[in-house]
């Protein structure tokens, strides 16, 4: 199955974002998956400020990763950041399970700077 994590890092020490994205995608090779592509988004503003361990946020690196995994690596690559106190937050997303669906779907997640019709609405 296709996962996408997209995860945001506490600010401040670009190591320790590298560090992080390195250690989930090691978790998935070492359990028999393939890590597709690494996307650093920077660092920027969060919607609203986040409290997370006693410590609020209102920035936060940002980095994207896409792997194919079983169901039960995404959930031990989920539970290992869940536990890391740099995550200021994350969420993994499905994005297919069937070849036609994911077997042309890239490592690299590009920023979206097209505008939609229903956000100027």
Avoid: C
């Avoid at 995550?87 to 505008?115: A, C, P, Q, T, Y």
């Amino acid at each position: 199955m296709l996962y996408e994590l997209i995860a945001i890092v506490r600010p401040g020490s670009l190591n320790e974002v590298r560090e992080i994205a390195r250690n989930a995608g090691a978790q998935v090779i070492r359990s028999g998956g393939v890590v597709r592509g690494f996307t650093n988004w920077g660092a920027f503003r969060l919607p609203r400020v986040t409290t997370k361990h006693q410590a609020r946020y209102s920035e936060g690196h940002h980095f994207i990763m896409r792997f194919d995994a079983s169901g039960t690596v995404q959930s031990n690559v989920r539970r290992t950041l869940g536990l890391d106190p740099r995550m200021i937050n994350f969420s993994v997303v499905k994005l297919g399970d069937k070849l036609e669906e994911i077997k042309n779907v890239e490592g690299k997640v590009g920023w979206n700077n097209i505008r939609q019709i229903s956000d100027t609405i």
